[in-house]
T-cell receptor, first 111, second 116 residues
Framework: GEDVEQSLFLSVREGDSSVINCTYT??????LYWYKQEPGAGLQLLTYIFSNMDMKQDQRLTVLLNKKDKHLSLRIADTQTGDSAIYFCAASQGGSEKLVFGKGTKLTVNP | DAGVTQSPTHLIKTRGQQVTLRCSPK?????VSWYQQALGQGPQFIFQ???????QRGNFPDRFSGHQFPNYSSELNVNALLLGDSALYLC???????????????FGQGTRLTVV
């Protein structure tokens, strides 16, 4: 089955860009998502990309997809302390199909 | 729009007991999925309900069961609780079918279950 891997920790300074990386194994995954989880909270959908796209930009967020290498990244421009959270990459074979999550990357933004 | 709502928010149960968790999907959504998130881990898919039937199931034992009601709300039941069932249980709602509108799953705040 699908396996999704992420680095566990990332620390950046306020104002810098953050890049969170993710790899997945199943080439039939057609939808790739980024979710944000703040302490004690549920998951907030940040953005998603279809597998036939290379890039998607949404305000401060840029998602890059390398389908050949099955590599996904999330870039957060001008990172703020409020961006400190755990970020999950998830893959799905269809819009309403189950999501397979990575273990999450804990982003710490230092003032 | 209240989004996805789950109840209760926190729950403490004793080993061997049974528990029922509840979820109301986002308005307009007809599909409910349940996930278990252990501490420090990503969410793991338990099962999904659509048209009151279990549509997909992850690698969870039969102690985990569910139900979907005609109004699309759902329950997750866990029997014979084990210490290892302690986790955050997340409900996600989505719209079945294909197309742009069906790509997003929205999550509730979760129910924190502690088994002692």
């Amino acid at each position: 089955g699908e396996d999704v891997e992420q680095s566990l920790f990332l620390s950046v300074r306020e104002g810098d860009s953050s890049v969170i990386n993710c790899t997945y194994t199943d080439s039939s995954s057609t939808y790739l998502y980024w979710y944000k989880q703040e302490p004690g909270a549920g998951l907030q959908l940040l953005t998603y990309i279809f597998s036939n796209m290379d890039m998607k930009q949404d305000q401060r967020l840029t998602v890059l997809l390398n389908k050949k290498d099955k590599h996904l990244s999330l870039r957060i421009a001008d990172t703020q302390t409020g961006d400190s959270a755990i970020y999950f990459c998830a893959a799905s074979q269809g819009g309403s199909e189950k999501l397979v999550f990575g273990k999450g990357t804990k982003l710490t933004v230092n003032p | 729009d209240a989004g996805v709502t789950q109840s209760p928010t926190h729950l403490i149960k004793t080993r061997g007991q049974q528990v029922t968790l509840r979820c109301s999907p986002k308005s307009g959504h007809d599909t409910v999925s349940w996930y278990q998130q252990a501490l420090g881990q990503g969410p793991q898919f338990i099962f999904q309900y659509y048209e009151e039937e279990e549509r997909q199931r992850g690698n969870f034992p039969d102690r985990f069961s569910g139900h979907q009601f005609p109004n699309y709300s759902s329950e997750l039941n866990v029997n014979a609780l084990l210490l290892g069932d302690s986790a955050l249980y997340l409900c996600a709602s989505s719209l079945a079918g294909t197309g742009v509108l069906n790509t997003e799953a929205f999550f509730g705040q979760g129910t924190r279950l502690t088994v002692v």
